[in-house]
Structure formats: C-alpha cells, structure tokens
C-alpha cells in the first residue's frame, strides 16, 4: 500500500511538473543565466584586448597561438 500511495504521489508530481511547465521555465532561465554569463567573459575579453597599449596587436603580443587553440574562451 505505501510503495502504490508512493507511485501516486510521484505520478501526480509529474503531471504537475508538466501542466505548470516548471521544468521549461527553470530551463530556460537556467539557458538565459548561461548566455548572460558568456556575453560577460567576451566583453572582459575584449576589453582586455582593447587596453592593450598602442600598436600592439595579436602577433606582435604572442598571442595568436592561444586564440588559435581556443584557450581564450
């Protein structure tokens, strides 16, 4: 009897789950909160980049390597 009462409970969660769409919701706000993060790290990248003094450029700074191998993500 508890093992089905159990089930039950589970079953109705679900469905729950599903109706409200809960769990889409959480997703994509979990998507949204990811993208802001990246959107983030490229603008600190690039501002990086862009304090680099006068003339000094990707070659020049060695730095060609590293965005070629994609360690600066």
């Known amino acids: 009897?508890?093992?089905r009462l159990s089930d039950v409970s589970r079953l109705i969660s679900r469905l729950?789950?599903?109706i409200s769409d809960t769990d889409r919701l959480?997703?994509?706000?979990s998507a949204a909160n990811?993208?802001?993060a990246m959107e983030d790290?490229?603008?600190?990248q690039h501002q990086s980049l862009a304090d680099l003094p006068c003339g000094m450029?990707?070659?020049r700074c060695g730095l060609r390597e590293i965005f070629q191998a994609g360690a600066l993500q």
């Open 1 to 3: 009897m508890a093992q």
């Open 16 to 18: 729950l789950l599903e």
């Open 26 to 29: 959480y997703s994509a706000i």
């Open 34 to 36: 990811m993208q802001r």
């Open 41 to 44: 790290s490229v603008k600190r």
């Open 57 to 59: 450029t990707v070659d």
